[in-house]
């Protein structure tokens, strides 16, 4: 609940209307008449005031008090506009066809169009050779590395294989070493024994049949 | 065009540059002159008030640094050396040469008559009121400003500010009362 100050204060700041603000204060004729007041003087407030504005020397103020500092602060100012032109004329050479180059220690302004395109042409077909070039000499340098690595590969192969034939070659001659070992050993334990009771002729026999 | 900042103008000028001051003088000094208009009464003292201001401002420009917004720093100024000039003047002089300056050019039209008519009664109560109190009325109505920056700019409180707003609205009533009295019997 606002009272009636904070009212007339809410006019004041403009956040309620008049005719809010007089009814509110109505009842009490004190804040009501204070606020007809100053409707009036708010009204009064509001109409324009036009009045010729008599004509005082503001420069020769200006001068004595501030106009002695200009001539050594006044080189400040141009560095302001230096930067706008320099930022201006950066702008212009980048969007247009000028070219500021270097050549032979001196800058040089140039607005030649036509000699950029034969130039970037005659670059374009240089560039297009040397590339030409270098691929070739790619594909020739990996050819002879292809055909080494063959040749290193066979090598490789055919080593091993031989490698691989030798030892079977040994293994074998080792079984039918062992094989044969074997051979002898058993003809040594049981043929020999067994040839030895063939061919032996026994001497009692006689007598037996003498009997 | 842009409009230059205050603050900017302030910078330039204090770097010497003289169309920024002019600009910045340009801009207020038509408010200054209302200002001193509706205080002192009459062109002259008015013509004066602005005069010293406008001194003081370039004197002081300097000084400013931009804790509050550039107007309410000078009517800070514009406020001291007005109240310092009521006080050394006599007893306010009659405020008919504004109001005559303002009939001539609308005396053909009734309602502009009406309308003059009106401003001047109000002008002629608000200078029967002391100079602390109209100050404030002018501050608060005539400038804008809130109590709070208008306690700042006179060195006071708030709450010093609405009294001496609020009796002057008091003292102003009796006076308007009589004046709505007398239109409403005209008609």
Known sequence: ?211 | MFKRSDDSLIRQALDGNERAWQQLVGRYQSMLYCYSLRLMGNADDARDLLQDVLLVLCRNLAQYRGDSSFKTWLFGIANYRAVDMLRKRKPMQDLADVSDQLCDDSQNQEQQLDTVQRQQDVRQQLKLLPPEQRLVVELRFYQQFTFDEIAMQLAISSNTAKSRFYAALDKLRPQLEVHDVEQSANF
Request: charge should be negative; hydrophobic fraction near 35%.
């Open chain 1, 1 to 211: 609940m606002l009272n009636n100050q904070q009212i007339f204060e809410a006019w004041l700041e403009g956040s309620i209307s008049d005719e809010q603000c007089a009814r509110q204060l109505t009842p009490d004729s004190d804040w009501y008449q204070r606020f007809v007041s100053a409707q009036m003087i708010r009204r009064d407030a509001s109409a324009p005031l036009f009045e010729p504005v008599p004509d005082i020397d503001t420069s020769s103020m200006f001068r004595q008090q501030w106009g002695h500092q200009r001539p050594s602060r006044g080189w400040q100012n141009w560095w302001p506009q230096l930067s706008v032109g320099m930022s201006a004329l950066a702008l212009i050479i980048s969007i247009s066809p000028l070219q500021l180059q270097l050549q032979s220690g001196a800058l040089a302004l140039s607005w030649s169009q036509q000699q950029d395109e034969q130039q970037l042409s005659t670059m374009l077909a240089s560039f297009q050779l040397e590339q030409q070039k270098y691929l070739q000499q790619q594909l020739a340098i990996s050819q002879q590395q292809q055909s080494s690595q063959l040749i290193m590969l066979k090598d490789y192969l055919s080593e091993n294989e031989q490698k691989a034939r030798r030892s079977d070659m040994v293994e074998l001659v080792e079984y039918l070493n062992q094989q044969r070992q074997a051979d002898w050993q058993y003809w040594q334990d049981n043929v020999q024994p067994s040839q030895a009771r063939l061919n032996y002729i026994p001497t009692a026999q006689p007598s037996r049949d003498s009997h």
